[in-house]
């Protein structure tokens, strides 16, 4: 027990990624695809080639950016936050999510 303890304690980002790409895989993957390599099937659907997330363009945004974009959407991307009509209940992402959702996201960096 203590162990276990002391490794979390130890391994804040480590153990902060897992819950990103849960939250990734729920609510991001079916447009941004796997590892945000993207989806030729969304591009098309959104008649427009969707930002790579594992690109530069994305990684060289400020957290406080993308934070921006998953709550209050932009262009195109819709709105990702809790109680927003816009989006399917089972996509939305709550502020509490977003710092683990941002630290898996920057693991995608050049994938
Ligand atoms: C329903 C489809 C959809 C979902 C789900 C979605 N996105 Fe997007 N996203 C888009 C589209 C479309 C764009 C392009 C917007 C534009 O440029 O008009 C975009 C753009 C972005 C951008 C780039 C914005 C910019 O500054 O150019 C980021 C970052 C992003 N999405 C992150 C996310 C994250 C993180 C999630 C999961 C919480 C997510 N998206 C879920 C469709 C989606």
């Known amino acids: 027990m203590t ?3 002391g490794f979390a304690i130890l391994t804040p980002a480590w153990s902060a990624v897992p819950d990103g790409k849960n939250t990734y895989d729920q609510s991001c993957i079916h447009c941004h695809g796997q590892s945000g390599t ?3 099937v ?3 659907f959104w008649k427009m080639r969707i930002p790579r997330l594992n690109s530069s363009y994305i990684q060289n945004k400020s957290d406080e950016e993308l ?3 998953i709550l209050n ?3 195109k991307m819709p709105p990702a936050m ?3 009509p816009e989006t399917a209940h ?3 992402v709550s502020a509490e999510q977003v710092p683990d959702l941002l630290a898996y ?3 995608l960096k050049g994938k």
Do not use: P
């Open 42 to 44: 969304a591009d098309k």
């Open 105 to 107: 996201i920057r693991t």
């Open 67 to 69: 934070k921006s974009v």
């Open 82 to 84: 809790m109680g927003t």
């Open 38 to 40: 993207g989806s030729s």
């Open 73 to 75: 959407g932009k262009r």
């Open 3 to 5: 162990i276990i303890a």
């Open 90 to 92: 089972k996509t939305k």
